[in-house]
């Protein structure tokens, strides 16, 4: 399932560095990006599951991320209930509206998979926009961070939710390796392979579908609850189909099915972004440009292309000590 271990390590090593680097180091502005950096990673991470190691490519896990957030905004500011409460109830919410998608989606595939999620992911934003409760389309503020006051943190210091939201991305990052190796995983991945031998073993397809792509909702409603915690404000712009088409274009940039490549593909979206957008109100265009070079270089993204390389480089060292075994060989029995 995971191919070449040591780069994957590796390139976990070397991001988590980066980012304990600019959390140390970064002032407001610097630490704002890598907040951003880090939920949207969670997001990826989460459609990954789905789309990379089960092919169902999904346009409504921004939805599912605005559910979390709004889920999470109406338990904590209009319910009164204790962060921790309602951020557990954002997650469970956001499971469970996931689950049921995933449960009717099931039968469908390729286009017709994307075109249904992507008519549920409308239909939430539309119900957001037009119902007061939620605010329409002026959206909700007076949203409040979790408490951990009691163990000497303080969220509402930049420098400490980005730690924070570090922490918690290296769990979900953790959560997904071991929803992957597990027996539901792997059953997912036969199933992207060759969905009618998996049913002819008896399994019960669209109960794997629709529980792998629960669980991939509880992360994006944990993105969406630390979404709205780092704003401090909501609006149906979150449920949009374009967080979702972004979120897609993040995953195929970093590498899909590689469950590294989406967090490469996320600092890499988020800061080529900041740095564009400073030169040019068209920097869509320029990260445009580039998804469609990595799509035509025939490479899986960013990490897929580094994974190809460093893949081939391995294959010749093993080919020349192969060889170089064989003319010991020779030699000897000369």
Not at 16 to 31: H, K, N, V
Not at 84 to 113: E, K, N, Q
Not at 205 to 222: C, P
Request: net charge neutral; hydrophobic share 55%.
């Amino acid at each position: 399932m995971f191919r070449h271990n040591a780069l994957r390590y590796m390139a976990l090593v070397l991001l988590a560095a980066g980012a304990l680097f600019q959390a140390f180091t970064a002032e407001y502005f610097g630490l704002e990006i890598l907040t951003e950096i880090l939920i949207l990673a969670m997001l990826v991470l989460a459609l990954d599951i789905v789309a990379g190691f089960g092919g169902m490519v999904s346009l409504c896990h921004g939805a599912l991320m605005g559910v979390g957030a709004y889920a999470y905004a109406i338990l904590s500011a209009k319910a009164g209930l204790a962060p921790p409460v309602a951020m557990a109830g954002a997650i469970a919410l956001t499971g469970s509206t996931a689950w049921i998608i995933g449960a009717i989606c099931s039968r469908s595939h390729g286009i017709y998979f994307i075109m249904a999620t992507l008519a549920f992911g409308q239909m939430a934003y539309s119900y957001v926009f037009e119902a007061p409760i939620f605010g329409g389309d002026d959206g909700l503020g007076g949203i409040s961070r979790l408490d951990l006051s009691f163990i000497g943190v303080d969220l509402n210091d930049s420098r400490s939710f980005a730690f924070f939201c570090l922490a918690i991305l290296g769990a979900v990052y953790g959560a997904s390796v071991l929803i992957l190796r597990s027996g539901l995983g792997r059953s997912l991945t036969g199933v992207m392979h060759n969905e009618q031998r998996m049913r002819a073993l008896g399994l019960t397809i669209w109960r794997i579908k629709a529980d792998v792509f629960g669980l991939s909702g509880m992360i994006a409603g944990l993105a969406g609850a630390l979404a709205a915690q780092h704003i401090m404000y909501i609006s149906p712009g979150l449920l949009s189909w374009t967080v979702s088409g972004e979120a897609l274009v993040v995953v195929i940039l970093g590498g899909l099915g590689t469950l590294v490549g989406p967090l490469v593909g996320a600092a890499a979206f988020v800061l080529l972004k900041h740095e564009l957008s400073s030169l040019t109100a068209h920097w869509h265009l320029v990260v445009g440009v580039i998804l469609i070079a990595v799509v035509m270089s025939r490479a899986n993204g960013i990490f897929g292309w580094i994974e190809a390389r460093w893949g081939a480089r391995v294959e010749r060292r093993v080919a020349d000590a192969t060889r170089k075994q064989e003319s010991e060989e020779v030699l000897t029995d000369a």
